[in-house]
């Protein structure tokens, strides 16, 4: 089982950057997915990305050309480079561990805590 935090979450304006980080632990992280996931307040939790142990990517439509996953096998490090952030992005971001290739959270049974991005003026 591994163990995921995630942290670098924040507040920025429209049109912003911010690049959050989730660093594994206790597992070969290298077979796993990698996925990321967001919840803002009062709606469901929906896959944003996801990145496989050779570095493919898969994005959601809402984030495509806006958001880049990539990961760091040696630090065991996956990151999200989020840009153009817009108001709707805003939700605690999760990132978790699976051995798909999927934004379907119930093949993900490793979660980190979570990290909080506001993007607001």
């Known amino acids: 089982q591994l163990q995921l935090v995630g942290s670098g979450g924040g507040w920025v304006r429209p049109g912003g950057s911010l690049r959050p980080a989730c660093v594994a632990s206790?597992?070969?992280?290298?077979?796993?997915?990698i996925g990321w996931f967001r919840q803002a307040p009062g709606k469901d939790r929906e896959g944003v990305s996801c990145i496989n142990y050779s570095g493919g990517t898969y994005h959601a439509d809402s984030v495509k050309g806006r958001f880049t996953t990539t990961r760091d096998n040696a630090k065991k490090t996956v990151y999200l480079e989020m840009s153009g952030l817009k108001p709707e992005d805003t939700g605690v971001y999760f990132c978790?561990?699976?051995?798909?290739?999927?934004?379907?959270?119930?093949?993900?049974?490793?979660w980190g805590q979570g990290t909080q991005v506001t993007v607001s003026s």
């Open positions: 978790a561990a699976g051995l798909g290739w999927t934004l379907l959270s119930s093949y993900y049974s490793d």
């Open positions: 206790g597992g070969n992280v290298d077979r796993h997915t």
